[in-house]
């Protein structure tokens, strides 16, 4: 299982609690496990990816095993530690601003 923290904003669009499981099917990339993540909650999608590209909408930034994701190709193998659900895929809404 994946283990995916979320954002406070988006945990309240899904109703659900400050990390989800998810069952994705190897190979695991980051793709993989927003695919499956956006299948079971339909209510996050279009927030964390656009719909028409899919790509990571500004402010949002993905962690894993203390690195940042987010400029990555989206079908990259996300760490071992994340892949055994040792450590979350964290999903971050940055800020912008001096």
């Known amino acids: 299982m994946i283990r995916v923290v979320l954002p406070y904003h988006l945990r309240t669009l899904?109703?659900?609690?400050?990390?989800v499981q998810l069952s994705v099917q190897p190979p695991v990339t980051l793709r993989a496990v927003l695919d499956s993540l956006e299948a079971t909650y339909p209510a996050?999608?279009?927030?964390?990816?656009?719909?028409?590209t899919m790509q990571r909408r500004p402010f949002v930034r993905f962690f894993a095993d203390k690195t940042d994701l987010s400029h990555e190709s989206p079908d990259t193998l996300l760490p071992d530690v994340v892949i055994n659900g040792a450590e979350p895929l964290l999903i971050i809404g940055a800020m912008a601003g001096g």
Do not use: K
């Open 14 to 19: 899904a109703s659900v609690e400050e990390e």
């Open 44 to 52: 996050l999608r279009g927030t964390i990816r656009d719909h028409g």
